[in-house]
C-alpha cells in the first residue's frame, strides 16, 4: 500500500523557501498538503476577524501556484488532535511533517500531536522555519538567556555574519504533492465568519523602503513602514528572504527591527509565565486603577489627546497602528490612566492583523515597565511632546482625527502633570513594598 506524509501547514503559508514543505517534498513519499483551522483557536475571535480572511486568501495563493500540478490544500476545522486523528484513519499516513512554532499554546499543542502519533507508530517532523535563530540558540556565554535587547543584537549578528544563511527551494518540488481533487475546502460562512470591515493588508518591501527606514519610521504621516508584520506573523513571506534582503543594504536599521522580533521570541520561550506576569515580579504589585470608562474611551480613541486618539482610531479601522504611535498609546493606558498593561495587550491581541504574541506582550511590558526593558519605569511618554516631535503638521491627526481643533472634540480624559505624578506615586509604593 502506497504511504503518505502529511504536511500541516501553520505560519508558514507559502511555497516558496518553505523549510519545512521542502523537506516533507524531498522524502519519497506523496505529500497530502493539511490546514488546520483550530477551533480551540477560533472560538476565541470576533466573528468579524480579518486575519480568518488572510489566511484563506493565502491559502487560495498557494492553491493558484500549485495549480499546474492539480494540488490543492486541505482545508480542515476542528482541534489538531480531533482532525489529525480523522485523517490517520482516512489515509495510510507514515508521517507527518511542519515547521515549529515557539508561543505556549503551539509548544503544548504539538506535544499533544506527538504523543497521539507516537502511540500509533507515525513519525512528527519540525523544521525551523519562521526565525534564523530559535530558542536557545542565542545565548550568553554561560548559556542563559539574554533578558536586554542590546547585547542579545550583538550576538545575533556575530552569529549571523558567519552563517551561511540556506534556502530551501520547495516550490520546484510541487510534483510531489498528491494531486487527486478529493480534499476539502473551507469558506469564510462555513466557518461561522462573516466578512470583516477592516481591509485586507498590503505591504512594501523594496531597497527604498529599507534604506530610508531610519530617517522615516518615526514619523506616522509618512507611512514609511514596510507593513510586512502580518506577512512574517502568518509566513506569507520567507523570513531569511527578508533578513538576506534587509542585510544587504548599508543601512541596518531595519535588519534591528528584525532581531527585536527574534529577541522577544526568545524571551518567551524562555520565559513563558510573562504572557501572564510581568517579566519583573515586584511590578505585579502596582496597584491598577482599571477604569472601565476610561478604557473604553481609549480603545474608541476619545481620550483627548489627538496623537493617542488618531492611533487608537487607525487601529479599529484598519487593524493596523504606527509603531512610534503604539509606544505612545500603550504608555498612555499604563501610565497615565493606570490601567493594567494586560488589557491593552488583550484589545490590541483582538484587533492587529500582525499579532504576535511574542513581540505584544513584550512591548506591552516595555511600555509599563516591567519588562526585560533596562529603560526606568519613570519614562513617561508626555502626549502633547509627542505630537511636536512627530506630527507638528497635524497631518496624522488630521486623517483619523479630522475634528481635534473642535468644539465636539472630547476634553482630555486626564492632566498630563496629576497622571505623571499619580503614576510615580504608584509605581514607587509598589516598588517600595516588602
Known amino acids: 500500500m502506497e504511504k503518505y506524509t502529511l504536511f500541516w501547514f501553520r505560519r508558514d503559508l507559502r511555497i516558496e523557501d518553505n523549510h519545512g514543505l521542502y523537506k516533507a517534498l524531498s522524502g519519497k513519499n506523496k505529500v497530502i498538503p493539511i490546514f488546520i483551522f483550530d477551533s480551540n483557536i477560533l472560538e476565541k475571535l470576533p466573528k468579524r476577524d480579518a486575519r480568518i480572511e488572510f489566511i484563506l486568501s493565502a491559502l487560495g495563493a498557494i492553491d493558484i501556484a500549485m495549480k499546474r500540478n492539480r ?5 480542515y476545522h476542528g482541534t489538531p488532535k480531533a482532525v489529525l486523528e480523522k485523517l490517520l484513519n482516512q489515509w495510510p499516513i507514515e508521517k507527518v511533517v511542519c515547521n515549529e512554532d515557539y508561543e505556549p499554546y503551539a509548544l503544548q499543542r504539538d506535544q499533544e500531536i506527538k504523543n497521539l502519533l507516537k502511540e500509533k507508530g507515525i513519525g512528527f517532523e519540525q523544521y525551523k522555519d519562521q526565525v534564523i535563530f530559535e530558542k536557545d540558540e542565542v545565548v550568553k556565554e554561560d548559556g542563559t538567556p539574554y533578558k536586554v535587547y542590546t547585547p542579545y543584537s550583538r550576538k545575533w549578528l556575530s552569529h549571523f555574519e558567519s552563517l551561511t544563511v540556506k534556502l530551501f527551494p520547495s516550490e520546484e518540488l510541487i510534483d510531489r504533492c498528491y494531486n487527486e481533487n478529493n480534499l476539502p475546502t473551507s ?6 465568519f462573516s466578512e470583516s470591515l477592516v481591509p485586507q493588508p498590503k505591504h512594501v518591501f523594496n531597497d527604498t523602503l529599507i534604506d530610508e527606514y531610519e530617517a522615516t519610521r518615526n514619523f506616522p504621516y509618512l507611512d514609511k513602514t514596510s507593513r510586512i508584520g502580518t506577512a512574517l506573523r502568518f509566513g506569507t513571506i520567507s523570513v531569511r528572504k527578508a533578513v538576506l534582503k534587509a542585510a544587504a543594504r548599508s543601512n541596518p536599521t531595519f535588519l534591528k ?11 518567551l520561550w524562555h520565559f513563558p509565565h510573562t504572557i501572564k506576569d510581568s517579566f519583573k515580579p515586584q511590578y505585579d504589585r502596582i496597584e491598577w486603577r482599571n477604569d472601565e470608562s476610561d478604557f473604553k474611551k481609549w480603545c474608541a480613541g476619545e481620550t483627548g489627546y489627538p496623537l493617542v486618539d488618531a492611533g487608537m482610531r ?3 479601522e484598519t487593524g493596523f497602528m504606527h509603531n512610534r504611535v503604539r509606544m505612545l498609546v500603550g504608555s498612555f493606558l499604563c501610565k497615565h490612566l493606570l490601567i493594567d498593561w494586560r488589557w491593552g495587550e488583550a484589545y490590541f491581541a483582538e484587533k492587529l492583523l500582525d499579532y504576535e504574541m511574542s513581540s505584544n506582550v513584550g512591548n506591552w511590558q516595555w511600555v509599563a515597565g516591567c519588562g526585560v526593558d533596562a529603560a526606568p519605569y519613570f519614562r513617561i511618554f508626555n502626549p502633547m511632546e509627542q505630537i511636536k516631535k512627530f506630527d507638528k503638521e497635524f497631518r496624522y491627526i488630521k486623517k483619523w482625527v479630522p475634528n481635534f481643533q473642535e468644539i465636539d472634540y472630547p476634553e482630555p480624559i486626564v492632566d498630563h502633570k496629576m497622571a505623571r505624578e499619580r503614576c510615580l506615586d504608584t509605581y514607587k509604593a509598589a516598588l517600595n513594598a516588602v
Do not use: A
Open 314 to 316: 487607525e487601529l479599529n
Open 257 to 267: 527591527e528584525l532581531i527585536w522580533r527574534e529577541f522577544f521570541m526568545q524571551i
Open 187 to 192: 469558506s469564510l460562512s462555513e466557518l461561522g
Open 71 to 75: 494540488c490543492i490544500v486541505g482545508r
